[in-house]
């Protein structure tokens, strides 16, 4: 199998067979070509990841991705994302926005505040294997994904 650009599928984790991208992946360009068209757009993409307080029952683990392009766009809408503005801290998520000013593409995993604390745990875990998954496609990798920071601060 090959990714839409031509290039030879990337082996994933065993932990990926259950993932959403795992097989969508193929109707995309390979993570090398996103990468290259961020980098190619002077797009620093980046992939922020934090615990938001969303009603006084409800909380997420979110994934904000800031600064794309329309293909790496178009594979984050696949999976789940939407675009929002951006959020501004734990209590202030993005709202929803009308153009592109501002708008990341976001992902929320909601969980009420009681839920059992293995739930939460299984939880953090698909959160850390999508935001290793979203480093392949970051033109500076892994390093481009924040954790407890919003996009743009700094």
């Known amino acids: 199998m090959t ?4 290039h030879t599928l990337q ?3 065993h932990a990926f067979e259950q993932h959403e991208a795992f097989l969508i992946r193929v ?10 068209i961020s ?14 307080q969303l009603s006084p029952g409800m909380a997420a683990f979110v994934i904000e991705v800031d600064q794309t392009h329309d293909e790496f766009g178009k594979l984050l809408a696949a999976i789940g994302y939407a675009r ?10 993005g709202i929803e926005v009308v153009g592109d000013d501002g708008c990341v593409w976001r992902k929320e ?7 059992d604390p293995r739930h939460v745990v299984a939880l953090i875990q ?12 970051l033109s500076r990798g892994l390093a481009a994904v924040q954790y407890f920071a919003f996009p743009g601060e700094g």
Not at 3 to 6: A, D, E, L, T
Not at 27 to 36: G, L
Not at 84 to 93: H, I
Request: with cysteine; charged share 20%.
């Open 11 to 13: 082996p994933l984790a």
């Open 39 to 52: 980098r190619r757009a002077s797009l620093d993409t980046q992939a922020y990841v934090n615990m938001q």
């Open 27 to 36: 109707a995309f360009p390979c993570p090398a070509c996103i990468a290259e």
């Open 3 to 6: 990714y839409r650009c031509g």
């Open 109 to 115: 995993l909601w969980f009420a505040t009681n839920t």
């Open 84 to 93: 929002r503005g951006r959020s501004r801290d734990e209590l202030t998520p």
């Open 126 to 137: 698909h959160v850390k294997l999508e935001a290793s998954w979203l480093g392949g496609y």
